[in-house]
């Protein structure tokens, strides 16, 4: 909770964290910490500084597509639930646990689906840039 926070911000149950109240930055907080992981180690995965993670942490700013997208596979949650709090995302303590198996082949498949999108925005800046060649006649 930061110091802006109300009390009325507090979920009934003393918990920062609810669905209603939870901003981008908040839900980037849980799924980090829910990895076991620094604000460094997080941004060592996306190739990105320190102070880049703290800010959207801080909800200062918002990471492009390609990062958000590489931001829900690295924290395994959905983009959805990372850019608007419905989707899959963190794992509640009460819920029975997931076999360690499912949630390693689920990690992987959201790695990959971040690893796609982001090959797709390159393409997207190739098929641009040759577009931009053929229109100025090479």
């Known amino acids: 909770m930061t110091d802006n926070q109300s009390d009325e911000d507090i979920g009934a149950d003393g918990d920062w964290f609810t669905d209603e109240h939870a901003t981008f930055g908040d839900r980037v907080v849980a799924a980090r910490q829910a990895m076991g992981w620094a604000q460094n180690d997080l941004a060592r995965q996306l190739g990105v500084k ?32 990372l850019l608007t709090g ?32 982001g090959r797709l925005d390159q393409l997207a800046v190739l098929e641009k840039r040759l577009s931009d060649l053929l229109t100025e006649g090479l």
């Not at 102070?51 to 959805?80: C, Y």
């Open 86 to 117: 419905e989707g899959l995302g963190i794992t509640d303590p009460d819920q029975p646990s997931v076999p360690a198996q499912v949630k390693e082949v689920l990690a992987q498949m959201r790695q990959l689906r971040a690893q796609i999108a």
């Open 50 to 81: 320190l102070k880049t993670v703290q800010s959207w942490e801080d909800d200062l700013s918002e990471p492009r597509a390609n990062k958000a997208h590489m931001l829900a596979g690295v924290l395994n949650i959905s983009l959805a639930w």
